[in-house]
């Protein structure tokens, strides 16, 4: 079945209505030098305060958001997400056929692509990344799903690409992969371990260069004006360190950065009011949730860490789920931006957005909660406090991130929710590298999480199944110990689904059904993305979706790309000056901390992978 795609859109410059945001803020060190333009000017610079810290610059290693965003700017995909639907677009693969059966695939890709070294990119580049991932369990580490089906990737001619895959899979135009030069990666001698952040400028076929990388402080790319699209308006992109939100504030305020995300409410409120600042509502890529520990396992089945034990019970599970408000959450802690969830599927991807109905709906009840827990034996000590009909006492830890206010309030209505049901929790508001050691080692009870979702939901709903699993206490793909034969099974029908869209999405909302059910997995809400810009240094920024889309956090780099110094900015009307920078720098330092948010991608999601 031959399938020939719409040709790559043109740029859509227009005024912001809308955005994203992951969670930002970093801090700013000493920034490299800057070179000037050729006339003599000093060159256009977007500067983006995020909260993260990069995990890797590797490919084949990094899962954060702010990772996987920054990859988007260094390296090209086979293909892309139209800016304005989310839908598949071509990016180095020009067109491509499927054969009957579909299990073979060829692209046809770009004879116009350099990397940033000058050597031409080539199907062999593509063929061997793929390959790489295939064969060497390291390169699998952050996107082996996708690979995972793949008997073989070839390059018959530099501009072909074959693909045979031992079941058909419908992700064949959403792999999320990074393509690396063959020439550069083919000598690393330990994809599992090399971070690829020593040599600099890193090589890659994106509309950004990395030119610099200091680790918790800055992230710096500079333009390609050999991109084989339309190169970007702005000559560099700088990423700052900034953990305090409230920092982050007011460093857009001051016109010391030119984007910030992840707001609250009440800061989306206030700088509304202001002049030069443009905040954007965008709808939520990316849900809230927590996980409740069943009880630790390798994939093996080797139990560990100190999971509650009454909560492999799946009627405790349940009743806590009864038991908290989500309603409350989305006036209280979002003020509004944001919509009460229970599928794993944004709304904002309509196609696989699914609601329980009738009894199978858990809604907030108390009455029914403590009915339920009363009928199964949980009966209450003198203090009020439940114990299990083991003579556990419930007692539940809750992990929460410091460095997230939503979060923490997200914790308060928890605790308060459940101790009306005869839970008491020890609500931990912790540092995020507190709150992943604990999550690695089993040691929770219950724990905040949040995932952005890409348009093809593969690898979010991925990392349930029971290969995500980790192979020994210490790493895992997931973060939560889910394991369900059904869900795995539905997880491989949906995938070879790849000739029928509405029977794919179908198969994808009974997973989310059992997600829901057996409530290990908790979605909470779907928060608005808020975030804001300086319109005095830049304008005509391209949002995902167009309209109600975001900017930070994007599936591509349209927004970085399409971003035009406005004429009254800082310098001369170019961005922010090299002067401005360094005096962002000096005071950045004051305020760098340790270890931001674990903000895993797409989430993964991360999201988000993600």
């Not at 945001?21 to 000093?42: C, I, N």
């Not at 080539?122 to 996708?146: L, S």
């Not at 954007?280 to 069943?294: H, L, V």
Request: aromatic residues 8%.
């Amino acid at each position: 079945m031959a399938t020939t795609p719409h040709a790559p859109p043109g740029r859509r410059p227009r005024r912001l209505l809308s955005a994203t945001a992951a969670g930002l803020a970093f801090a700013v060190a000493a920034l490299p030098a800057t070179p000037a333009h050729a006339d003599g000017g000093e060159p256009s610079t977007l500067t983006v305060a995020v909260s993260q810290p990069v995990d890797s610059l590797s490919p084949f290693l990094a899962q954060r958001l702010i990772s996987t965003s920054v990859f988007r700017l260094n390296y090209d995909f086979l293909t892309n997400y139209d800016p304005a639907t989310n839908e598949p677009i071509p990016g180095l693969a020009e067109s491509w056929e499927t054969s009957d059966d579909g299990r073979t695939w060829t692209f046809q890709i770009r004879d116009d692509v350099t990397w940033s070294d000058g050597e031409p990119l080539t199907a062999e580049d593509i063929a061997w990344t793929y390959t790489t991932m295939m064969e060497d369990e390291g390169a699998a580490t952050a996107n082996g799903n996708f690979v995972a089906n793949f008997e073989s990737a070839t390059a018959p001619d530099p501009t072909t690409l074959e693909i045979e895959l031992s079941e058909p899979q419908a992700t064949m135009l959403a792999l999320d992969i990074p393509i690396v030069p063959k020439h550069v990666w083919e000598d690393v001698d330990d994809y599992g371990t090399f971070n690829n952040d020593q040599d600099f400028p890193v090589v890659g076929s994106g509309p950004f260069t990395i030119t610099d990388y200091r680790p918790n402080q800055s992230i710096t790319l500079e333009a390609n004006e050999d991109y084989w699209r339309e190169p970007p308006k702005f000559d560099r992109v700088v990423f700052t360190s900034m953990p305090e939100q409230d920092a982050q504030v007011e460093a857009l305020r001051n016109g010391e950065v030119s984007l910030i995300s992840g707001l609250t409410p009440a800061q989306a409120d206030a700088l509304a009011e202001e002049d030069g600042i443009t905040v954007n509502n965008a709808s939520g890529k990316r849900f809230q949730a927590f996980t409740i520990n069943p009880g630790a396992e390798t994939q093996d089945g080797e139990g560990f860490g100190d999971g509650h034990p009454a909560l492999q019970d799946k009627v405790l599970r349940q009743a806590i789920m009864r038991a908290i408000d989500k309603d409350e959450i989305v006036e209280n802690v979002y003020g509004g931006y944001a919509e009460a969830a229970e599928g794993y599927i944004p709304s904002r991807y309509p196609d696989y957005f699914w609601e329980p109905e009738g009894d199978a709906r858990l809604d907030f009840d108390a009455d029914a909660a403590n009915a339920m827990l009363d009928e199964a034996g949980y009966e209450r000590g003198d203090d009020g406090v439940r114990v299990s009909p083991d003579g556990d006492r419930l007692e539940l830890r809750l992990h929460v991130h410091n460095d997230r206010p939503d979060y923490v309030g997200i914790g308060r209505v928890i605790e308060e929710r459940l101790l009306e049901i005869g839970i008491e929790v020890d609500n931990q508001t912790v540092d995020p590298g507190v709150l992943s050691d604990a999550l690695h080692a089993g040691e929770y009870d219950l724990i905040m999480t949040g995932w952005s979702v890409n348009p093809d939901p593969d690898y979010v709903l991925g990392i349930h199944t029971c290969d995500a699993l980790p192979e020994e206490p210490g790493t895992m793909r997931s973060d939560a110990y889910f394991c369900n034969e059904e869900y795995d099974e539905l997880y491989e029908r949906q995938l070879a689904t790849y000739d029928d869209p509405e029977a794919r999405a179908d198969i994808v909302k009974e997973m989310q059904a059992i997600l829901y059910d057996e409530a290990v997995v908790n979605v909470l809400t779907y928060s608005n993305t808020l975030e804001a810009y300086r319109s005095d240094q830049m304008s005509d920024v391209q949002v995902q979706p167009d309209p109600g889309g975001n900017i930070w956090g994007q599936d591509g780099h349209w927004s970085f790309t399409s971003a035009t110094p406005a004429e009254a900015s800082a310098a001369g009307g170019s961005g922010l000056s090299t002067g401005v920078i360094a005096g962002i720098a000096a005071a950045a330092v004051l305020v760098v901390a340790g270890g931001a948010f674990l903000f895993w991608r797409r989430s993964s999601t991360s999201e988000d992978r993600e």
